[in-house]
């Protein structure tokens, strides 16, 4: 275990909460009251996200702002649930969160706060991870509607990795390209395995990197290569039920 691990695992141990024990029924089982919710999904910047339904508001991929993200503020939001893709600074920063919300980073089933998540280990770059490791994928289901968020994954999708993320109703994936994540042309491959409904782009150049060190490309390249396809722009708020989901996707959702 090296020493960025240790530091890790002792923050986490002993500040926000260590890691929750797996235990996973083999399916989803819905509720009445899941079924007929409804889901509220706030956009923070880059992969960061604020999902509240079903009770429970689950805090994706907190990060500190430094290159491409070096203009947002840092996400410090009140939350339930953090889960993590990886322990870099644009997507796994837990320090100085408010109250003491439950932390999972690493990939394995998990039942928590009332809904099951799925972490999903897959690679952070194009070379078997020996150059940024792994990112874990994570799937759940939250106000009736069937979520995974990828994370910073760079690695085509194998059939392993396609059964446990099952067929999602909404996807956010990386397509700004670079080193680390999917390229437009990657991400929309990744889209036509998955079939979602709805597709988020995330981890692409906005108006708040730093030029100077931030490699990744503005989310036009993607909706060029996914032209064709519905698309929709605008708010960093989206209110979402079962009922509001396209009946045929996928339908690209630009939030920022």
Known sequence: MNIRRRQFLRYVQGGLIASLGTSLVGHWQTSGADAAGSLSIQSLGHTCFLISGSGVRVLVNPFR????????????????????????????????????????????????????????????????????????????????????????????ISIEQKILMGSPDVVFIPVGGGDETYTAEEAKAAIALLQPRLVIPTHYRTGAANPSVCDLDPVDNFLKVMAGNSIRKGGSSLSLSAGSLPGKGPVIQVMG
């Open 65 to 156: 702002p430094i290159g491409c993200t070096a203009k947002y503020s840092a996400p410090k939001v009140s939350a339930d649930l953090v889960i993590i893709s990886s322990r870099q600074l644009d997507e796994g920063v837990v320090e100085g969160l408010p109250g003491k919300p439950k932390l999972l980073f690493e990939a394995g089933p998990y039942k928590t706060n009332g809904l099951q998540f799925q972490g999903i280990r897959t690679l952070h770059d194009r070379v078997n991870g020996f150059r940024f490791g792994t990112n874990v994928a994570w799937q759940w289901k939250q106000g009736g509607l069937k979520l995974l968020h990828l994370g910073g994954i760079a690695s085509p």
